[in-house]
């Protein structure tokens, strides 16, 4: 398989790594203190095109592949891995249950406002349900013209700033996974509220709200896909999405890696310093090597995406591994540095707080886990 990117998609690459390092870096710092995204790199981000990578060029987009997808998130994680999923969420999950599954009416409608920055949300997590998906409970109900929704989604990436949000409901109050159905609603229909801030651990430039819809009307035409078509879109969504996930866990490693080394280098104990001794040597090489697995896997799953054929196994051992890799690399690097890792003072103390939710969200690794398992039990592997 070849993982090599065109003249033209290593210069966009490069191009992204200067914007990260000019003007996403300076301010993560305080964008960690704050909780929120800094509101004039938001608007930098979409006059870059930012909300528009993964998108079509006919809808406005810039129609980057996914392995060139993946390196720019990769770039944006490794100064800040909140804005890294900000704008992963709304390239993937956000968007394309509408650019894959939507009529051609909706695609039109929505898709060129997304790309020019109008954010996208992802909602199906409930208080009562998580990792069971199909065990949602808000409702959609059929009346003349559409439908009304109500219920409440929590942990909504992006919800804060968000246009428009792709919602998971139950059909007519249908049972099990056939019974749910995907809509798109907008911010400003009646009856959408928007809840505070998690406080979060990490990720901190990145949002997280609860929504509730209280008597939401949307029309036929937002309906996304089929009636009943909704688990399957969220499911085929998800393993885009996890891509995404994946190539976040890996900028987040390789920070780690160069905070780790360039400290390891310049701290000196007992006369030299501490990159010489073997332990500090083998933790370096430990994490170099992981990051090599997992970016392997992700260019696979990526490059499979890229040739349409099936990659929601590869999808999710590259979710899999590159989250668990991130999770030891962060911890290592505090490891090295010493006191001073516990310190808000250097950025390995942020690393080892954004890289814990790695393992939890877009399926938490026990689910990826199941994922897998389901398919070497079918034989395929
Ligand atoms: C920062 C952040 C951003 C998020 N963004 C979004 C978003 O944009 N949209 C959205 O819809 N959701 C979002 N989520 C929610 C996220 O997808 C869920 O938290 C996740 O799916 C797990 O669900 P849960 O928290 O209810 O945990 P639970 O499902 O209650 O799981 C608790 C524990 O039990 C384990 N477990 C559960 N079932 C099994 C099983 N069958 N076998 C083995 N172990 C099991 C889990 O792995 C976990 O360890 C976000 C979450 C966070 C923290």
Redesign the pocket.
């Known amino acids: 398989m070849d993982f090599s990117l065109s003249e033209q998609e290593e210069l966009f690459v490069k191009g992204v790594r200067d914007f990260a390092r000019g003007e996403i870096a300076p301010l993560s710092k305080q964008m960690d203190e704050d909780g929120i995204i800094d509101q004039g790199l938001l608007q930098k981000l979409k006059e870059q095109g930012f909300f528009a990578l993964s998108f079509p060029e006919e809808y406005g987009g810039v129609g980057l592949n996914t392995l060139t997808y993946g390196l720019v998130i990769a770039e944006l994680a490794k100064v800040d891995a909140g804005v890294a ?1 900000m704008v992963g ?1 709304h390239n993937s ?2 968007s394309y249950p509408v650019l894959r599954f939507g009529s051609e009416e909706l695609k039109k409608r929505v898709l060129p406002e997304m790309a020019k920055g109008h954010l996208g ?6 208080p009562g ?5 199909a065990s949602i409970s808000t409702r959609a109900d059929t009346v003349d013209g559409g439908y009304v929704l109500n219920g409440e ?7 804060y700033h968000s246009r428009f949000f792709v919602v ?1 409901a139950r059909l007519d109050g249908q049972p099990g996974h056939h019974g749910i159905s995907a809509f798109l609603v907008e911010r400003d229909n009646p009856g959408l509220s928007v809840g505070a801030k ?1 406080d ?1 651990m ?2 901190r430039s ?1 949002d ?1 709200v609860s929504v509730v819809f209280d008597g939401v009307k949307v029309s036929g035409e937002n309906l996304i896909g089929e009636k009943g078509q909704g688990f399957e879109i969220a499911m085929a969504s998800l393993d885009g999405g996890r891509i995404g996930v994946a190539y976040q866990a890996i900028g987040l490693g390789e920070a780690c890696l160069d905070a780790a080394t360039a400290y390891a280098q310049e701290r000196e104990q007992f006369g030299r310093p501490i990159a010489q001794q073997q332990a500090i040597q083998w933790m370096l090489a430990d994490t170099a090597t992981e990051l090599e697995q997992s970016s392997l896997l992700a260019h696979k799953a990526a490059t499979l995406k890229d040739q349409g054929k099936p990659f929601s196994r590869l999808a999710a051992m590259a979710k899999y591994s590159a989250s668990e890799m991130a999770n030891r690399a962060a911890d290592r690097a505090v490891q090295i540095h010493g006191g001073y890792g516990y310190s808000k003072d250097y950025p390995v103390e942020r690393y080892y707080r954004d890289a814990r ?1 790695l393992r ?8 990826q ?2 994922v897998i398992a389901r398919r070497v039990l079918q034989g395929e592997h």
């Open positions: 999923i969420v999950v956000g949300s992802f909602c199906v997590t409930e349900a998580g990792s069971d998906a989604k929590i942990w909504v990436t992006n919800g998971l998690e979060k990490g990720l990145s997280c939710v939890i969200y877009e399926g938490t690794n026990e689910i886990k199941m």
